[in-house]
């Protein structure tokens, strides 16, 4: 009933950007945090960067500086503006959202997510 789609990944050179898009579509009442999260080969799922409804940011230190994320609360979207990209930016990136879908529901949303490779 709850859907992200991701946009915008690809294939790109160290030192480049990337930006990438989701949109949460369905049956939305409310959503609280949005994030986003990559995995790496062989590597666990890191937060990359994450945004509360009020503007609040929290980033990785990997990311700090290079990266920004902004949401359009109208428009149910999440954005990741990546910047000086490097090689170890490769992964799969996964936006998540944390979703109200009824007056007593609330549960996190995954996409499918958005292949990143950074080539040196």
């Known amino acids: 009933q709850v859907q992200l789609a991701e946009s915008g990944g690809g294939l790109v050179q160290a030192g480049g950007s990337l930006r990438l898009s989701c949109t949460a579509s369905g049956r939305i009442r409310s959503i609280n945090d949005m994030a986003w999260y990559r995995q790496a080969p062989g590597k666990q799922r890191e937060l990359v960067a994450s945004?509360?409804?009020?503007?609040?940011?929290n980033y990785a230190d990997s990311v700090k500086g290079r990266f920004t994320i902004a949401r359009d609360n109208a428009k149910n979207t999440v954005s990741l503006q990546m910047n000086t990209l490097k090689p170890e930016d490769t992964a799969v990136y996964f936006c998540?959202?944390?979703?109200?879908?009824?007056?007593?529901?609330?549960?996190?949303?995954w996409g499918q997510g958005t292949q990143v490779t950074v080539s040196s």
């Open positions: 998540t959202a944390n979703i109200k879908t009824t007056p007593f529901t609330r549960a996190d949303y």
């Open positions: 945004m509360t409804t009020g503007g609040s940011t």
